[in-house]
């Protein structure tokens, strides 16, 4: 079972307006985006300022790995902004709706599209991230 995420009323809130108006691709997303609105939900809610400075958030960067992936340096952004030649991953694929409201050191059990493994989040850099 995975830790309560940690996360702001206001992102909490745009994340899961968000997941309402998005169309997921395919299943894979469906189901990861369906798992993040249940975490969602049991949150533990923080004002801005009390967040943990290791928290995922939108903008963070993050070093993570699974039995099947190992990724350094990408941005979790808005599909919007997404483009990974840039390193900048949507919130909404599997892998950003896995990480957003997880601290540095976590191992999260997610199902991937190779199937349900363990992501260890490394490192978040928080440096980028807009107030």
């Known amino acids: 079972m ?7 009323a206001k992102e909490k809130e745009l994340i899961l307006s968000w997941i309402a108006g998005f169309s997921p691709p395919d299943l894979t997303t469906q189901t990861s985006l369906n798992k993040l609105g249940e975490e969602l939900k049991q949150a ?4 801005e300022s009390a967040l943990p400075a290791d928290v995922v958030r939108v903008g963070s960067v993050v070093t993570f790995r699974s039995p099947s ?3 350094e340096n990408l941005q979790l952004v808005l599909p919007k902004d997404a483009d990974l030649k840039a390193n900048k991953l949507s919130v909404f694929t599997v892998m950003g709706s896995a990480l957003i409201g997880y601290r540095q050191g976590t191992d999260i059990t997610w199902l991937l599209p190779k199937g349900e493994e363990i992501i260890h989040l490394e490192k978040v850099d928080n440096s980028h991230v807009l107030a």
């Open 69 to 71: 992936i190992r990724k």
């Open 44 to 47: 533990d809610v923080r004002e």
């Open 2 to 8: 995975n830790p309560k995420l940690i996360i702001s």
